[in-house]
């Protein structure tokens, strides 16, 4: 953001744009070709456990050190696993940021760095903020007054940028629950397309890439992908400006610490759930993943 929005919108588009592509090709092929219980997309499946395990167990050790943060993080896994509604992972993270607030509004922060200039002003970073907010309140009464199939997709894959926080993966469950049971595409093709996601470079949100392109072709591959990362960038621009301040107040910080806190439980509860019940299915696809595991976690090797 250095370089105004202008340079991070080239940044964005070079960082993702690859694995875009790559996802609404592999997803046009899986749709035409119908190979989706083809053996190596089951082991893609597996692959997917593994990377999601390594990347809780990394986020587990930096995010909750301290028992209080662990017990945020065991409240978000019992509180998501037992009511999985489209609300509750919301309410988790808002929970925990309040309980966050209170157990670390106190807590000391040790930040010499030098004030960060952005050159974004105050009044096109409110317009994002109001236009972030905006779009969260009126696209899913649009889509009940048009009924138009772009405008649910858009409304569902915006909602799903909107309200994950903490890391890619936190986006799988709220995926899972949005497209799968109303039968926009199969659990075989989510799961598929998720461990392709693991495999490609660039950040976890092109999957939505792939989604898009199983539901309406490469037009719906480009519109989800669009949907779903327009709440970052309005946030972050919408941000910018104030971030000096923020990143200096107690209160937020041991708000966010409570946040980080419950997106690990939030993500051992994914892991369990769509992914581990789904991919983990015998005894030898459990040795699979633990052979997997070890290289990853014990001998340092990378997958994809």
Same mark, same amino acid.
């Given at each position: 953001?250095?370089?105004?929005?202008?340079?991070?919108?080239?940044?964005?588009?070079?960082?993702?744009?690859?694995?875009?592509?790559?996802?609404?090709?592999?997803?046009?092929?899986?749709?035409?070709?119908?190979?989706?219980?083809?053996?190596?997309?089951?082991?893609?499946?597996?692959?997917?456990?593994?990377?999601?395990?390594?990347?809780?167990?990394?986020?587990?050790?930096?995010? $909750?050190?301290?028992?209080?943060?662990?017990?945020?993080?065991?409240?978000?896994?019992?509180?998501?696993?037992?009511?999985?509604?489209?609300?509750?992972?919301?309410?988790?993270?808002?929970?925990?940021?309040?309980?966050?607030?209170?157990?670390?509004?106190?807590?000391?922060?040790?930040?010499?760095?030098?004030?960060?200039?952005?050159?974004?002003?105050?009044?096109?970073?409110?317009?994002?903020?109001?236009?972030?907010?905006?779009?969260?309140?009126?696209?899913?009464?649009?889509?009940?007054?048009?009924?138009?199939?772009?405008?649910?997709?858009?409304?569902?894959?915006?909602?799903?940028?909107?309200?994950?926080?903490?890391?890619?993966?936190?986006?799988?469950?709220?995926?899972?629950?949005?497209?799968?049971?109303? @039968?926009?595409?199969?659990?075989?093709?989510?799961?598929?397309?998720?461990?392709?996601?693991?495999?490609?470079?660039?950040?976890?949100?092109?999957?939505?890439?792939?989604?898009?392109?199983?539901?309406?072709?490469?037009?719906?591959?480009?519109?989800? $992908?669009?949907?779903?990362?327009?709440?970052?960038?309005?946030?972050?621009?919408?941000?910018?400006?104030?971030?000096?301040?923020?990143?200096?107040?107690?209160?937020?910080?041991?708000?966010?610490?409570?946040?980080?806190?419950?997106?690990?439980?939030?993500?051992?509860?994914?892991?369990?759930?769509?992914?581990?019940?789904?991919?983990?299915?015998?005894?030898?696809?459990?040795?699979?993943?633990?052979?997997?595991?070890?290289?990853?976690?014990?001998?340092?090797?990378?997958? @994809?």
């Amino acid at each position: 953001m250095r370089a105004g929005v202008l340079g991070g919108i080239v940044s964005f588009l070079g960082f993702t744009l690859p694995s875009v592509i790559a996802l609404i090709v592999f997803a046009l092929l899986l749709h035409s070709l119908g190979f989706t219980e083809a053996g190596w997309i089951y082991g893609l499946k597996i692959v997917a456990v593994v990377v999601v395990a390594h990347a809780i167990l990394g986020m587990a050790k930096n995010l $909750t050190p301290d028992v209080k943060r662990k017990t945020i993080a065991l409240f978000a896994v019992v509180t998501t696993l037992l009511w999985q509604t489209a609300f509750t992972q919301v309410g988790v993270i808002l929970v925990a940021g309040f309980i966050g607030y209170l157990l670390y509004r106190q807590h000391v922060i040790d930040d010499d760095s030098e004030p960060v200039t952005f050159p974004i002003s105050h009044r096109f970073a409110v317009i994002c903020l109001t236009l972030f907010f905006g779009l969260l309140i009126a696209l899913p009464i649009f889509r009940e007054m048009t009924n138009l199939s772009w405008v649910a997709m858009f409304d569902s894959f915006y909602r799903a940028g909107s309200l994950v926080f903490g890391g890619g993966h936190v986006v799988l469950p709220l995926l899972e629950r949005e497209f799968v049971p109303t @039968g926009w595409l199969s659990e075989e093709e989510f799961l598929a397309g998720y461990g392709a996601a693991q495999a490609v470079p660039g950040p976890l949100f092109t999957f939505a890439a792939y989604i898009g392109a199983v539901i309406n072709g490469w037009q719906g591959g480009l519109l989800a $992908t669009v949907a779903i990362f327009l709440p970052a960038f309005l946030l972050i621009i919408g941000t910018l400006p104030f971030w000096n301040s923020l990143r200096r107040n107690p209160k937020i910080k041991g708000a966010l610490m409570g946040v980080n806190a419950a997106v690990v439980g939030i993500l051992i509860a994914a892991l369990y759930h769509p992914i581990w019940t789904s991919s983990i299915l015998s005894a030898k696809d459990f040795a699979f993943a633990a052979i997997l595991f070890s290289m990853l976690v014990f001998w340092k090797l990378q997958l @994809g």
